[in-house]
DNA sequence: AAGCCCCTTTGATCCATGTCAACGTGCGCG
DNA sequence: CGCGCACGTTGACATGGATCAAAGGGGCTT
């Protein structure tokens, strides 16, 4: 958490996320709307906020308020045990969106934090409710995110239960690399925002199983690793690895 | 699966569900709702359906239409793997939603079946978003109850990722005793739905570890288990385990 | 440019839970 | 009413990943 002392002093601005004009919209809420919708929309998303590295979006028992769209970064949210423990719930990148999990008590229960310099769009949640109120599509695509949201916990509790620590990390990797391709970026090359430890918790395993995890896999030529940078080098390899044996130990 | 010869030839029957006359409305959509607007409801929520033990109420891979609330009964669902590998997502009692992981491709992306002989009302989806388009209540009920989904979702990551057999097995009858709480029944004395296997499968334990901490618990008079029989002796026992060690083998 | 600290890697050992096996038990069906 | 079978319990052993420990590397700070 460097707090670096920054040239820009605010990181509340006033300035219109402008959907219209984002180049993310086939990934975000907008997918769908007409442009007549997404200037509605533009209304609704009231401003953008930045973030350091390290920094806290919201911390889980704060109040709820509105969800927020990843504009650019890379975020992690995660839950607390009082006894310390820490699980990764999510990472989340450009599109994605953040706070659905406050929804429910109105207040956060988790807390998301930047692992880089990052930018959101904040959407109050009582006028994207209000919104959806008038645009059908706006209202069946906020649904389809919220249960798309639903289904990839499930797969993360398939990974968590029934998956050893090899196939994990294969499956970890696939998705990301999914992601990315989604984003214009190499599907085959990228840069690890997260630590091992982060890695770890998400995965239900230890760093040090997750960096021989790691090790393992550049031995066996499926990746080359060297610290955060991943090169893919056999995407069918990674694949078997997940479909094969029983059992955790 | 016990296929019984049954009177009951039909499974799907075209009654009124009658939320306003359900005394379920309390933990169950229509929560929050005015009279009016339960009546409302009632049009929408279009017959219920009736299932035996072992029924599928759907599979994965099916197209999806509705939500279903479980008016009576218990169900379980789960994700199969292509090897076979089964992990239980979840278990729906009375007053409980089924199928919103559907939403998100317009397919279920998981099978729920029937534990016991059950009975659940059909909500048709695009009706639900019709009606939730005018009522505002509606609408934000049925938010949080996605919500809430997820969150549930994000203690079972917890519980899979960061907890130990017997700690996780507490976890599940100390949340089962809460729901049926919740329902007026008594927290401390319960029939399990589900076999050791079901109940590991859901916790990412093999059913004899879920076996052997059950006898541990008798055995520390925490709990009387004969079967399914469950009494619970020392709940603050019980959420004490919750809080200590860290790690998984 | 140097130094520090965090992250990562790797090795050695341990332990919780998986695996395999055998036996018990109660429910449902014939 | 008793038999069979699925479910549950318990024991012995195997093992994957945790734990403990130590050393190397890279980037941010000074």
Same mark, same amino acid.
Do not use: W
């Given at each position: 958490m460097p707090n670096r002392k920054i040239a820009t002093p605010i990181t509340l601005i006033d300035v219109k996320s402008a959907c219209s004009n984002c180049n993310l919209h086939e990934l975000c809420l907008p997918l769908g709307l007409s442009h007549a919708e997404i200037e509605k929309l533009d209304e609704v998303v009231a401003n953008r906020r930045r973030l350091k590295r390290g920094e806290h979006l919201y911390r889980a028992g704060q109040p709820f308020d509105a969800i927020y769209a990843v504009r650019s970064g890379f975020f992690k949210t995660d839950v607390l045990l009082e006894d310390g423990r820490e699980q990764v719930t999510g990472f989340q990148m450009t599109g994605e969106l953040l706070g659905l999990d406050g929804?429910?008590?109105?207040?956060?229960?988790?807390?998301?934090?930047?692992?880089? $310099?990052?930018?959101?769009?904040?959407?109050?949640?009582?006028?994207?409710?209000?919104?959806? *109120?008038?645009? +059908?599509?706006?209202?069946?695509?906020?649904?389809?995110?919220?249960?798309?949201?639903?289904?990839? $916990?499930?797969?993360?509790?398939?990974?968590?239960?029934?998956? *050893?620590?090899?196939? *994990?990390?294969?499956?970890?990797?696939?998705?990301?690399? +999914?992601?990315?391709?989604?984003?214009?970026?190499?599907?085959?090359?990228?840069?690890? *925002?997260?630590?091992?430890?982060?890695?770890?918790?998400?995965?239900?395993?230890?760093?040090?199983?997750?960096?021989?995890?790691?090790?393992?896999?550049?031995?066996?030529?499926?990746?080359?690793? +060297? +610290?955060?940078?991943?090169?893919?080098l056999n995407t069918p390899g990674l694949k078997r690895l997940m479909s094969h044996q029983q059992g955790r130990g």
């Open positions: 929804i429910s008590t109105e207040h956060h229960s988790c807390n998301a934090v930047a692992l880089e $310099d990052s930018e959101v769009c904040t959407i109050p949640f009582l006028h994207l409710e209000g919104l959806s *109120r008038e645009i +059908q599509t706006l209202q069946h695509h906020f649904h389809k995110v919220m249960s798309r949201e639903i289904v990839r $916990d499930h797969g993360v509790m398939m990974l968590l239960g029934t998956m *050893r620590a090899e196939e *994990r990390l294969a499956a970890f990797l696939l998705n990301l690399s +999914q992601r990315f391709t989604a984003r214009g970026y190499s599907p085959a090359e990228f840069y690890l *925002r997260m630590t091992r430890e982060e890695i770890g918790s998400y995965l239900g395993l230890k760093l040090e199983t997750v960096s021989r995890a790691f090790s393992r896999f550049q031995e066996e030529g499926l990746i080359a690793v +060297q +610290q955060k940078h991943v090169r893919i």
